[in-house]
């Protein structure tokens, strides 16, 4: 039981010190446009797990380890990914409050949605084992990689991600 917690605090320990280093300016993001803002794949902990080298963009290799390095989000060892897991509370002061004093939930990343095929909001066993052939499905120009243009959500208002003109614009 120790050592299991321990790895998995190594794990965590290992995803923050990306996403931050990602904060940093680290690599810079070859998906185009400009950086995600507060909540998108750079903090998505599915992004961060699947994202092992840190260059912001899944490729073939992650891709095909997805159903190993998504499992590493499973804290409680149930062999699925529930919301607690895969999408934990916003901090403190961002966005608006739930008004029912429970602590909010950003929408749900597109990753999260490819993964989650049956949308009952959890990732099972059989949708984990197969995330290497869903996440292949978000590969809109067939590179065989998934970039930031293809896994960041499209902005509220319907323009394309972060604010700009949708692609081919």
């Known amino acids: 039981m120790k050592k299991s917690a321990f790895v998995l605090a190594l794990v965590l320990g290992l995803s923050t010190w990306g996403a931050a280093a990602q904060e940093m300016g680290n690599p810079p993001d070859q998906g185009g446009g400009p950086p995600p803002r507060n909540g998108g794949p750079r903090h998505d902990p599915i992004f961060i797990a699947l994202d092992v080298n840190t260059n912001s963009i899944i490729d073939a290799e992650e891709i095909t380890k997805a159903p190993a390095l998504l499992i590493t989000l499973d804290t409680n060892?149930?062999?699925?990914?529930?919301?607690?897991?895969?999408?934990?509370?916003?901090?403190?002061?961002?966005?608006?409050?739930?008004?029912?004093?429970?602590?909010?939930?950003?929408?749900?990343?597109?990753?999260?949605?490819?993964?989650?095929?049956?949308?009952?909001?959890?990732?099972?066993?059989?949708?984990?084992?197969?995330?290497?052939?869903?996440?292949?499905?978000?590969?809109?120009?067939?590179?065989?990689?998934?970039?930031q243009d293809e896994i960041r959500p499209p902005h509220p208002n319907g323009c394309g991600g972060h604010g700009g003109p949708p692609s081919g614009e």
């Open 77 to 147: 060892g149930d062999g699925k990914l529930t919301q607690d897991e895969y999408q934990p509370p916003r901090p403190v002061g961002a966005g608006s409050p739930p008004s029912n004093g429970q602590q909010s939930r950003p929408p749900v990343s597109p990753l999260v949605a490819a993964l989650d095929v049956n949308g009952d909001g959890v990732i099972d066993s059989d949708e984990l084992a197969n995330a290497s052939v869903t996440l292949k499905q978000l590969d809109k120009n067939g590179d065989g990689q998934l970039t």
